[in-house]
């Protein structure tokens, strides 16, 4: 444990850098493919909350983009698991569309509750290193936390189904945002920890 602050010196931060674009950028994606599922689905079952998936799913494309263009003077390119991101996110929005409204909604909070964490960490690894990058992430933010709000407040009930779901897709989305940026999620929190910004 003693050892830990060399390794954290050794870490370089433009490829850490490089990394969150990447992880962002494929989460945004991901995002898309779960509000376009739920949205088709919705259209059959529920169309009353179409209009707010669909808001929704604007400001992820809009996201998306903004990432994408972040990338080229950063030298980051795409994420190589986004066939991942994509399917996980279509499979995540069709079956929880299929559990009704409540469980779209549960899906959305379970996902922004656990971005908003991994952005906090963003933004504190950011925080002196790279200004235009720490603002834009910041801007998204506000409209993530716009949609957990959202999300929570449509909920009819926090029965079973919210205690049971709301971990597991937690813990898939925290699997897939490691596994897109090599670790280094975990290090980032952890170094936050460590300055007392955890």
């Not at 996980?88 to 922004?112: D, K, S």
């Not at 964490?117 to 925080?127: G, W």
């Not at 897709?169 to 897939?176: K, V």
Request: glycine share 8%; aromatic share 6%; charged share 25%.
């Amino acid at each position: 444990m003693d050892n830990l602050p060399d390794i954290v010196g050794k870490r370089d931060a433009a490829v850490t850098t490089r990394r969150i674009l990447k992880v962002n950028h494929a989460g945004e994606f991901g995002a898309i493919r779960i509000y376009g599922a739920q949205i088709a689905m919705a259209r059959l079952l529920f169309p009353d909350i179409v209009p707010a998936l669909h808001d929704m799913r604007e400001d992820e494309i809009r996201h998306c983009r903004l990432f994408h263009e972040a990338m080229p003077a950063r030298s980051a390119r795409p994420c190589r698991v986004m066939a991942f991101w994509s399917l996980g996110g279509f499979v995540l929005g069709f079956l929880t569309a299929l559990g009704g409204r409540n469980m779209v909604w549960i899906c959305t909070e379970a996902v922004e509750s656990t971005v908003h964490r991994h952005l906090e960490d963003q933004l504190a690894f950011l925080e002196g290193r790279d200004q235009e990058l720490h603002a834009l992430i910041a801007s998204i933010q506000d409209e993530e936390l716009a949609h957990l709000r959202e999300a929570e407040e449509k909920q009819t009930a926090r029965g079973i189904s919210h205690a049971l779901l709301l971990p597991v897709i937690g813990a898939l989305t925290d699997l897939m945002i490691w596994l897109s940026t090599w670790g280094d999620s975990s290090w980032m929190r952890a170094e936050m920890a460590r300055s007392g910004k955890a």
